[in-house]
């Protein structure tokens, strides 16, 4: 298996819903006007808490400065995993399951904290760029390490064996089990032709900027057991949604991409209280017994908490959560 | 075909059996039927593609939206069948206009739908099995990219989706014809941007994926061979060598050998904008054609004369060439199957243009003079005729040449005026220079019969050399005698100028002999015998001797092929009369023009002009030069005769004729002469082997004659007249010995390193002579096989393994005056058969006979071992001279 770290810089973000109106502007800019500005990657998901923007050094210079806007401070790097056909046949599963044992546990015993994000098209996993001898001196033995530079893959040499144990640093810590939370509501992972992306601007702003003023009267009452949970990404052109079919009902049928078999999944919200970028561990927490039963899991972090999607065939989520 | 047709770049597609057919892609299908604009003319709705062809629009299928990519049916029947590849990655089969075939009616509206829907980008046929349909999708986080659809497949056994799931454009689908279950899923979790079958194997299917190039083995699923790179768009096999593959990406085009997959073989030159096309001629090898965004040409790249590449370093050559087949951009392009070099490419605004790549055009022009050409498939080869008829052209200049060189054109030096026999006998200013040289020559060898005179008078020869201009010009106490016609006993009034130099231009215009005699009679019977006879008469006639010249045009009609008319000529000379005003005079002044011979026009101008006015002989431009000379010498003043001479001479450096050779001589006029005369025919072989009989001083030396000299050489060796430019260098270094190349390689004896060969050398007794050491009989003969200097045996031949040697001359040829000695086989210094020959590469060698015959049946060096290919190194070994005898 080859690992690849691709070249995107990334900035981790969460923009305050009461702060939304100050970066309309660039967001619209950022997904619609493709052309307009140098980003090529952009990660958009709304939880009820706030809007978490991942988002590359080029579309971050387009935001402005705002007390609405928490940036974390370090930079992060984007890992992928390329099975370049030594498929493990073995396995059906995909996702982050698929990588639970090969990066997320090791990278959670060298204390790599990790931020997931799960896409229609694959799965990154974004660590801090200060991470990265850690992460490539964990990883090489497993995996084919290459850098893109300029397009290209580059092979990253493997390092020479190092002096003495090379920690992270951290105060290796218990694993702390998070609470965490099912809502009843069901998703679907989507994706779209970019080229049709203008068909369903008003669809997509509507959804994205004003949902909470019409959701608020509608949906009061199931409030507690469906959670809002929006996510857009636009990378490398590709584009990738997570909506629940809620929202879904609202955009034209015969656009969006999905299954032929319409699977729907269900979420896993984990952690009560902000989890922060510094715990390391709970993607492995998740993913290890999702790994031992096989289960394709759909990962989104978050500025707050961590999401796990699951596809609804009524037993699985159950039996692990 | 990978873009996709947002609906303003229309793409285009030939069919690959119905050779007048093409489909246009854009937002729909349109059919569209080429034909020759004659068969069309009159119907509407015709669009013109170009002078002779033109395009009918026969059906239009909108059924299919958003549409990413279209394929071809490849087999024949059904005729009009096309795979579509829509944004939502399913693939639908549809049809152009009517079909009765009773399986494309069944395949009709077939769609393969992948699980996770996704951009399809690229389809492709099986060639070899048309059932497969190989689709490329976009990137899935869990599906595989890559999809083998059988279009046979009647069921859709894990169709379990509820029937409104599947959202089928048209709506009227039913669900029997959808097809969810692919043949195979290759490529999980990556994406496919271009895919083709390669043609070494149905089950091989080479795969632009997302940043490498993947070759899948359908027979074992579970292996590919990959190679990382950004050029993975448009991959496209060569259609005439199947391990070559082209692919893009944004600007530049890799081109892959197949066998060699690590890197590409070559990359092309990266263009400005991002390619949107890429594709390799069907009828033409090796000719690879690609279209960039908004742009008017295609470029081709013509690797024809690439190389198979068998290390890295061989970069394969490649013409690289831009054609425009029409005013606008061009959206796309496509070639047509079967017609050479022939496409129609497609602009935005859906105009056609029908266009014909027109063939490089090669040319090769062969040293003897036939020229061949390539154009296409064609070959022309263009050579001289040589019916030798009348009316054909005269031939090239380098066919003379060769011609004459074969027959030893300008060695004969004794009867030097016969070397315009040897160049065919038909060129007048040859004949005229050849004559001059064969007049002036004699003056200038010392050794040969010379009058006393000329001997007393040293600079005589120089005043020779330098022709008649500078003779005349010489000339002191001219004097002048009144004569009257020979027949006549009257005072005559036609003055004739006499002096020492004059005599000598009269001998070297060739009228009279060496020697005190001045008679012309020996020179009229010459002409005479050449049958001559109009110039005879007029010669006669010049010499007032009228009688003779009456005689003379009797003999002429009389003798075999003789003109009656020369009779005529005859009788009105007869009735010369001094008479200034008589009606003879009259007639014959007006009427001579109409005479076709220049010499009796000369004649009579002559006998009807005032005395000292001859301009109607000395300007009868007909009239051969040497003639005009020597009548000018007979009868114009110095001053008269000066300036005419100097005229003459400037006109005819001017027209660089060889007549005037024997104004100029051999002098550096002479050399300007000869340059307007090689600049007008190229004919460097009379320039070198007249010149070199020049002064060596001063002629020879001139960088012009030097450089034709060369020249000659050159074209010999092109001739591969090797034996030919080795008699002329012969002929050259006896004419100017400086010219004699040194010794330039020497054998040195491996022990006591001096030269073997310096016996014979000029150094006189280097070492003690071998009677000293008391050896009797002949010993350069005995000893050949050993060192002269330390007396050690040479060289063993590789191939006899005898010491090598060769008989030396005890007189080496050193003597300064000898040149004209003939080397006669027996003073030759050794038969070429016993010569040191060795190869400069491994060092090994042998007698030359003994090599000669081992490389005619080997092509490594005899001794064992050693893997030299000796004789390939010599470019020319493997010629042989084309003038053996």
């Known amino acids: 298996m080859d690992l690849h770290i691709l070249e995107h810089r990334l900035k981790v973000t969460s923009i305050a819903k009461q702060g939304l109106f100050v970066f309309t502007h660039p967001l619209i800019k950022l997904i619609f006007l493709r052309s307009r500005t140098r980003c090529k990657f952009l990660s958009l998901t709304e939880t009820p808490e706030d809007f978490t923007l991942v988002l590359d050094e080029e579309g971050f210079k387009e935001l402005p400065c705002s007390e609405y806007l ?11 995993v390329v099975s370049n056909g030594h498929a493990s046949s073995s396995s059906q599963a995909v996702g982050v399951t698929k990588i639970a044992k090969s990066v997320i546990a090791p990278l959670a015993e060298q204390h790599v904290s990790v931020f997931m994000l799960s896409t229609y098209q694959t799965d990154f996993i974004l660590v801090r760029e200060k991470d990265l001898s850690v992460v490539i001196d964990t990883l090489q033995e497993e995996f084919n390490i290459y850098r893109e530079v300029g397009g290209e893959c580059v092979p990253v040499p493997s390092q020479d064996v190092h002096n003495g144990f090379q920690k992270n640093g951290k105060e290796a810590t218990k694993a702390t089990v998070h609470p965490v939370l099912s809502p009843l509501n069901k998703f679907c992972v989507m994706s779209l032709d970019p080229d049709t992306l203008p068909t369903i601007a008003t669809t997509l702003i509507d959804v ?96 707050s908490f961590d999401h796990a999607l699951v596809i609804t065939t009524g037993r699985q989520q159950h039996s692990w959560v | 075909c990978s873009l996709g047709y947002g609906g303003s770049k229309p793409d285009i597609l030939w069919s690959p059996h119905h050779v007048d057919r093409y489909v246009i892609c854009d937002s729909e299908l349109s059919l569209y039927r080429i034909e020759s604009l004659g068969s069309t003319e009159a119907k509407a709705g015709v669009i013109q593609l170009s002078e002779e062809t033109a395009a009918t629009l026969l059906a239009i299928n909108s059924d299919t939206p958003y549409m990413k990519c279209v394929a071809w049916y490849p087999k024949h029947e059904p005729e009009c069948l096309l795979a579509v590849g829509q944004a939502n990655g399913r693939v639908v089969l549809t049809s152009l206009g009517q079909s009765h075939n009773s399986k494309c009616k069944e395949l009709m509206g077939k769609e393969f739908v992948p699980k996770h829907a996704r951009q399809c980008n690229t389809l492709s046929w099986n060639p070899a099995d048309s059932n497969w349909l190989a689709a490329g999708l976009d990137k899935h986080r869990a599906d595989f990219s890559v999809l083998i659809w059988d279009i046979s497949s009647k069921y859709a056994p894990e169709a379990t989706v509820p029937p409104e799931k599947i959202r089928l454009p048209s709506g009227d689908a039913d669900v029997g014809t959808v097809v969810t279950k692919p043949l195979y899923e290759l490529g999980q979790n990556d994406a496919c941007l271009s895919l083709c079958w390669l043609p070494r194997d149905q089950k091989l299917l080479l795969a632009g994926m997302h940043r490498n190039l993947a ?174 008829s009348e009316a054909a052209v005269e031939s090239d200049i380098a066919t003379k040449m060769r011609a004459r060189a074969q027959s030893r054109y300008g060695h004969d030096t004794v009867q030097v005026w016969r070397n315009y026999v040897l160049a065919g006998g038909d060129d007048p200013q040859l004949k005229s220079l050849w004559y001059t040289l064969h007049y002036i020559l004699p003056f200038q060898c010392p050794y040969l019969t010379l009058d006393q005179e000329q001997k007393q008078q040293g600079n005589k020869q120089t005043v020779v050399y330098s022709g008649i201009k500078n003779i005349v010009k010489s000339s002191s106490g001219t004097t002048e005698s009144r004569r009257s016609w020979s027949d006549s006993d009257r005072q005559g009034d036609v003055v004739r100028y006499h002096s ?82 008589s009606l003879w005079r009259e007639m014959c002044s007006s009427l001579r023009l109409q005479l076709r011979s220049p010499y009796l026009r000369a004649s009579f101008a002559f006998l009807t002009s005032e005395p000292g006015a001859y301009d109607g002989v000395l300007y009868e431009s007909r009239v051969a030069v040497r003639d005009r000379v020597a009548f000018a010498c007979m009868f114009l003043s110095d001053t008269q005769l000066s300036r005419y001479i100097d005229k003459l001479t400037n006109e005819m450096k001017e027209a660089g004729n060889l007549e005037g050779i024997l104004l100029t001589g051999l002098t550096k006029d002479g050399v300007d002469l000869m340059e307007s005369y090689v600049d007008r025919t190229g004919d460097v072989q009379t ?127 050193t003597g300064k005056s000898d040149e004209k000695v003939d080397l006669s086989k027996d003073k030759k210094l050794a038969q070429f058969n016993n010569w040191f020959t060795w190869c400069h590469n491994c060092r090994h060698g042998g007698h030359a006979g003994h090599m000669l015959s081992w490389f005619r049946d080997h092509t490594e060096c005899p001794v064992s071992a050693c893997t030299c290919k000796c004789m390939q190194l010599d470019t020319t070994g493997n010629l042989v001279p084309s003038d053996t005898t």
């Open chain 1, 208 to 303: 994205l900027f004003y949902s909470s003023s019409c959701k608020d009267a509608s949906h009061s009452s199931q409030d507690l057991d469906c959670v809002k949970f929006f996510s857009f990404s636009l990378i490398d052109g590709y584009i990738s949604l997570v909506m629940d079919t809620e929202a879904q009902r609202q955009f034209p049928a015969d656009l969006l991409f999905t299954s032929s078999s319409g699977e729907l999944w269900r979420m896993v919200r984990i952690g009560g209280q902000p989890l922060g970028f510094d715990e390391c561990g709970i993607v492995a927490q998740i993913s290890q017994p999702l790994a031992n039963s096989d289960i394709s899991a759909y990962y989104i972090s978050t500025f």
């Open chain 2, 215 to 388: 070759i899948f083995d359908l027979r074992n699923t579970s292996q590919k061979m990959f190679v990382n790179t950004k050029a993975i768009q448009g991959v496209t096999v060569d259609p005439f060598f199947h391990d070559r593959v082209a692919s893009f990406f944004e600007g530049q085009v890799a081109i892959w050998d197949l066998r060699k997959f690590e890197k590409p073989v070559l990359t092309l030159s990266e263009q400005p904008k991002p390619l949107t096309k890429v594709a390799w001629c069907p009828t033409r090898a090796g000719l690879l054609a690609t279209l960039t965004r908004d742009s008017n040409v295609v470029r081709l790249y013509d690797m024809q004369h690439a190389p198979t590449p068998i290390g890295d370093e061989t970069e394969p050559t490649i013409i690289e060439r831009s054609v425009q087949p029409c005013e606008s951009f061009i959206s796309s392009f496509a070639w047509h199957p079967s017609a050479q070099n022939r496409m129609v490419v497609v602009s935005p605004n859906r105009a056609m243009t029908d266009f014909t790549v027109f063939e490089r055009i090669s040319l090769a022009w062969s040293s003897t003079s036939s020229l061949m050409w390539a154009c296409g498939r064609h070959l022309y080869d263009c050579a001289e005729e040589r019916t030798g």
């Open chain 2, 500 to 581: 020492e130099e004059r005599s000598l231009a009269l001998r070297l215009c060739g009228w009279i002999g060496r020697g005190p005699d001045v008679d012309v009679e020996p020179f009229l019977r010459s002409l005479e015998q050449e049958g001559e006879w109009e110039r005879a008469a007029a010669v006669a006639l010049f010499n007032l001797d009228i009688r003779r010249a009456i005689q003379i045009l009797n003999k002429g009609a009389s003798s075999e092929k003789g003109d009656l008319n020369l009779n005529v000529v005859a009788m009105a000379l007869s009735g010369h009369t001094d008479e200034k005003s």
């Open chain 1, 70 to 80: 928490q940036v974390e401070d370090s930079m992060w790097l984007a890992l992928n």
């Open chain 2, 687 to 813: 320039a070198s082997f007249c010149m070199l009989k020049g002064s060596p001083g001063e002629v020879v030396k001139d960088p012009r004659v030097q450089c034709w000299i060369e020249n000659y050489r050159n074209l010999l060796d092109a001739w591969r007249f090797w034996h030919k430019r080795a008699e002329f260098d012969i002929h050259r270094s006896k004419l100017d010995p400086s010219s004699k190349p040194l010794a330039q390689v020497f054998v040195s004896c491996n022990f006591c390193g001096k030269s073997i060969s310096y016996s014979c050398s000029a150094m006189p007794h280097q070492g003690r002579s071998f009677s000293q050491y008391g050896v009797s009989g002949s010993p350069t003969k005995s000893k050949v096989t050993s060192c002269p200097g330390c007396r050690k045996p040479l060289p063993r031949c590789a191939l006899c393994l005898m010491n090598m040697g060769t008989p030396v001359s005890s007189c080496p040829g």
